[in-house]
């Protein structure tokens, strides 16, 4: 019970956001900015969402808003090279998790390391917060998506119904422990 109630404190009072400032970072020998998301990279990022996603925008302006302006623990994240956000992450801490909303990488960038390097700096974030766990839902359908989650270490934990309001496509529940209970 004292575990669930200190989670539920970080939730709302502890701010450590590992994005203070843009740094540079090295991803397989290419050179590119980590920064924090900010209000300008919404029209960006509903783009790479298109390309991505094969035209459709799951996340809308109003959501990314939502999210970067919560009141919950969050980080959200990019990657850019050449002026241009290639990559993307989301994540928010609800008690002892840490849980991934979004991640994508623009299809000419994919299979770079970049979600890889992401979901890394997340991992980072989550236990620097004191997080127990990573989660994340992904699509069935999404079978490379779920061979680089199982390769960072997440376990399959549940299917959820009808979980893609625009669908109806199930999605695989994953988690990954950081640390013992």
Sequence with gaps: MLKKFSGLI????????????PKKVSINQED????????ADIKELIALEKDVYFGET???????????HSPIHHLYACLIRQKEIVA????????????????????????????SYLIDEVEK?????????LSLE????????QRLYRRLGF???????????????????MIKRLQEE
């Design 10 to 21: 970080k939730t709302f009072f502890i701010r450590r956001s590992p994005l203070a400032q």
């Design 32 to 39: 590119y900015i980590l920064r924090s998301i900010m209000d």
């Design 58 to 68: 799951p996340w809308t302006k109003s959501a990314f808003l939502s999210e970067i």
């Design 88 to 115: 993307f992450i989301g994540c928010r801490v609800i008690g002892n998790d840490t849980h991934i909303t979004n991640v994508a990488v623009r299809r000419d960038a994919q299979n770079a390391g970049l979600g």
């Design 125 to 133: 974030f989550a236990i620097m917060n004191g997080c127990i766990t």
């Design 138 to 145: 992904v699509r069935v359908s999404n079978k490379d998506a």
């Design 155 to 173: 376990e399959s934990l549940s299917i959820r119904r009808n979980y893609y309001t625009e669908d109806h496509e199930d999605a695989l529940e």
